[in-house]
């Protein structure tokens, strides 16, 4: 009798304890109490800056190789002709020269990835600030920078994985996510809507962001500089001119002159033309595995050594051995003096992301700077029949880079177009920034890659010649039109979300 | 942080056992029968998310596994004389099991992204990638099957590609085995005893993720290559059939693709010893109840064709270790110990 009444018992206390399934750990912060504490805004806004420089645990494991920033800058310029490959890899980043690209490979999931991290992140602050009845001026910061990074991460999704604006606004672009109780199985927004999604959040981020918090922080004028940037690649040519001139006349920022645009790189939160930079301390210095530069720099020992400013930039560059501009390329020499080639490719550093503290890994990546306004403007006024004008935001560049004896003076050379001078110049100015492949593709010119490199499939060193140019090589040029001038969109989004359908 | 998810509850297991334990000839043969139908309810997984919700996985309840299945576990004497013994011990478990119930398929995409599937009528950890068909014996370049369906998903029609990107992911096999066991066997000579331990496992995949590193058809010079197993060889000319892909003609080569997944059957003697007890009459002027010195052996030796480190890999599921992967990992040591056993 006494043994049936504790078993009784022990299942009363089964029963009883079997339906308390909703505890929260004592230090959870869910969606809904983000805005209780006085820092919960601050602190997840800060949060989602530093997602850009994480490496954040992906599959269960963290890769040195795997950061938001690294694959933004591989993804972008090495399927440019601005950077080289001198030595074949099973990096993924290999498959952003040979264009093999693959649903399956590992950078762009982690970009994928981190990129809608961000920007549900964003989605986040957004739903818990629309909730306070009167944000003062600080949460108002705040939630405009979220709407900035929403903006500026769709942005970058849609660049690297739908074609751009200009070819088809029409064709399947990206999976917008703009609120957190969307489904998580959705289609992709057609490119024009996107675009339209982007501005009007580069817009709302404009007007409540009346605090300045430093430029490694998004501001007013980092989100006028997007939708310059974002206007121009959907050429809307008013819009273009008209963002960039708000920027440069916000009176903020001064370009960086002959002495000053060699220190730009390496001090760049402090830097005058800096309008937007994603800030790296001395904690955030990754060395050899895992910065940005141990790609494309090393001092002997601190990168790979295996992708160089190409001969294809050299070249356009040649003409002006006084450009200062060329600072930022830089030639490896032996004891005698002789270039030191590697696998038959002709080493030349670049360093626009070393130096911050003297480490030749860090360096605070600049997103948008006053230069790019200036070009930006420029290619709208080219585009919008004002080429002297054009011309006079090249000048305004060329005098702060040591070219005051080469100037255009609103005179166009003959046999080329303004918007040839127009793209050259950006070429030069914003090289390794991740701008130039979108540039060449968005304005439906071919990318001219007839130089010597790894790039070309098959390739010994033994068939590196130099003094003649390569032929009978596949991917010497990439058509405008090529499927492979965007990535495949991740196995992982097509496998758990059949809505979403792949790129050609 | 994770994706809440709100209507959590507990997996439930249903089991249905039936057996009989037997004893023939003085139980020199002893004998355990059983078979079980096991159903798991509500299971438990971390389901893939598509990535562009932020989040990698979340926790639900998806279906059902059913298990089926048989172990035999046999004992027997088969010699017994005054001086000599021998002993063997057997068991082997046959498991066959199938999902169901699952609202849609759920595919698990890990690290290399080597995926598995779930889906109604399937095996647990089934492989789920594009299935490779070798080298094109023309041009030297890799090639996968691409499948053509029809609305029903029928597949009508097959053929090959040197374009991984157009290649069908497909259902390739499972990491479980179709049967696993072990064997002892002893043999005892008077005061000397003998005994080899093996383990094996049968009909089970595994994805020999080194091989992308380490058979890298020249994409990687940085890291040591193997040198060909036997039956392997590498494209030179137009019409070679090969295994191996053209060094100058590999785009995509190493991408995830059944070209790495092996069969993962083994037979693995995992132990030897040998020992003898001192006899009695040493015993008794020392005062001690018995001492027994021993050499043993640990993982003597695996007999498998898989090509990579170690066919022996986890099948349990944790968070993002894909079950059936074997990675570049610590190497079983191989133990060679003698021992002393007092017993006082």
């Not at chain 1, 489904?183 to 024009?192: D, L």
């Not at chain 1, 930039?313 to 003096?337: A, F």
């Not at chain 2, 080298?135 to 991984?164: C, F, H, I, M, R």
């Not at chain 2, 790495?260 to 040493?282: E, H, K, Q, W």
Request: hydrophobic fraction near 35%; glycine fraction near 6%.
């Amino acid at each position: 009798m006494k043994s049936r009444f504790i078993l009784f018992i022990t299942c009363l206390y089964l029963v009883g304890t079997g339906c308390v399934k909703d505890i929260s750990p004592s230090d959870s912060i869910t969606s809904e109490t983000l805005t209780n504490s006085p820092d919960g805004l601050r602190n997840a806004v800060t949060g989602s800056y530093s997602l850009f420089k994480d490496h954040v645990t992906f599959n269960g494991t963290q890769d040195d190789n795997l950061m938001y920033l690294r694959q933004y800058f591989q993804l972008s310029d090495f399927a440019s002709d601005d950077i080289v490959n001198a030595q074949v890899t099973t990096d993924p980043l290999w498959y952003s020269f040979t264009l093999d690209h693959t649903p399956t490979q590992t950078n762009t999931r982690y970009f994928w990835y981190i990129s809608y991290k961000i920007i549900n992140n964003a989605n986040a602050v957004i739903e818990a600030g629309e909730k306070i009845s009167n944000p003062d001026v600080a949460a108002k910061q705040l939630i405009g920078e979220c709407y900035f990074l929403r903006a500026f991460c769709h942005f970058n999704l849609v660049r690297f994985f739908a074609t751009p604006y200009t070819h088809d606004p029409a064709a399947p672009g990206i999976i917008l996510r703009t609120s957190l109780s969307d489904e998580s199985k959705k289609t992709r927004s057609a490119v024009g809507e996107v675009y339209e999604s982007i501005i009007s959040d580069g817009e709302k981020a404009a007007d409540l962001m009346n605090q300045q918090r430093g430029v490694m922080y998004a501001s007013k004028e980092a989100a006028w500089a997007l939708l310059s940037r974002v206007n121009l690649y959907k050429e809307d040519h008013a819009k273009t001119i008209e963002y960039a001139d708000k920027v440069i006349g916000s009176g903020r920022f001064t370009l960086t002159d002959e002495t000053s645009f060699p220190q730009l790189f390496k001090n760049a939160s402090a830097a005058t033309e800096t309008i937007f930079c994603l800030a790296f301390t001395q904690n955030d210095d990754y060395g050899k595995f895992g910065s940005i530069a141990s790609m494309i720099f090393s001092d002997g020992n601190s990168g790979w050594g295996e992708e160089f400013a190409s001969s294809s930039l050299r070249d356009v560059m040649n003409p002006h051995p006084e450009d200062i501009r060329w600072s930022y390329i830089v030639p490896l020499k032996d004891g005698n003096g002789n270039l030191v080639k590697k696998n038959g490719i002709e080493t030349y550093y670049i360093s626009k992301f070393s130096f911050q503290e003297n480490s030749p890994t860090l360096s605070s990546p600049v997103m948008f700077r006053l230069a790019e306004m200036y070009l930006n403007r420029a290619e709208g006024k080219a585009k919008s029949g004002q080429p002297s004008q054009a011309l006079d935001d090249l000048d305004a560049i060329r005098k702060k880079r040591g070219l005051t004896s080469s100037l255009y003076n609103q005179q166009l050379p003959s046999g080329k177009t303004i918007l040839d001078v127009v793209l050259l110049e950006r070429r030069i100015e914003l090289a390794f920034e991740g701008h130039r492949n979108f540039d060449v593709y968005r304005n439906k010119k071919n990318m001219d890659r007839s130089y010597w490199g790894y790039h070309l499939p098959g390739l010994k060193e033994t068939d590196v010649n130099l003094a003649t140019a390569p032929s009978g090589y596949a991917n010497l040029s990439v058509s405008w039109n090529s499927p492979r001038i965007i990535y495949y969109i991740p196995v992982d989004e097509i496998q758990s979300n059949p809505m979403c359908i792949q790129n050609q | 942080m994770q994706l809440p998810s709100p209507n959590l509850t507990w997996e439930s297991k249903y089991q249905a056992n039936a057996g009989f334990d037997l004893g023939l000839f003085k139980n020199r043969i002893s004998l355990a029968f059983d078979v079980y139908k096991n159903i798991t309810k509500n299971l438990l997984l971390q389901v893939s998310q598509p990535l562009s919700v932020g989040f990698e996985e979340r926790w639900d309840n998806v279906g059902e596994i059913v298990n089926t299945g048989a172990e035999i576990s046999i004992s027997t004497v088969n010699i017994k004389t005054k001086n000599f013994e021998w002993n063997t011990d057997f068991n082997i478990n046959f498991n066959k099991n199938k999902l169901r119930n699952l609202p849609s398929a759920i595919i698990k995409t890990g690290s290399w992204a080597i995926s598995q599937i779930y889906q109604n009528g399937g095996n647990l950890y089934e492989f789920y990638m594009p299935k490779w068909l070798g080298v094109n014996p023309q041009t030297g370049a890799p090639q996968w099957e691409v499948l053509t369906k029809d609305p029903n998903g029928n597949v009508t029609g097959q053929q090959a590609t040197s374009d991984y990107s157009a290649a069908t992911f497909q259902e390739v096999g499972s990491a479980l085995p179709k049967f696993q066991g072990g064997i002892t066997n002893q043999w005892k000579y008077k005061n000397i005893s003998l005994s080899v331990n093996a383990y094996f496992l049968s009909g089970n995949k595994v994805f020999s993720n080194n091989l992308r590193f380490v058979m890298n058809d020249g994409n990687e010079p940085y890291l040591n290559q193997i040198v060909l197993p036997k039956g392997y060889s590498m494209w030179t000319n137009p019409g070679d059939i090969a295994t191996n892909p053209s060094p100058q003609n590999t785009a995509n080569s190493t991408e995830t693709s059944s070209r790495y997944l092996m069969d993962g059957s083994f037979l693995s003697i995992r132990n030897i010893t040998l020992s003898y007890s001192l006899p009695a009459s040493v015993i008794s002027k020392l005062k001690v109840e018995g001492i027994t010195l021993s050499v043993s052996a640990d993982n003597v030796h695996t007999f498998t064709k898989f090509v990579g480190q170690d066919p022996q890999t986890t099948i349990t599921p944790r968070a993002f270790v894909t079950p059936g992967v074997s990675d570049f990992k610590y190497p079983n040591n191989r133990q060679f110990l003698f021992n002393i056993n007092f017993r006082f």
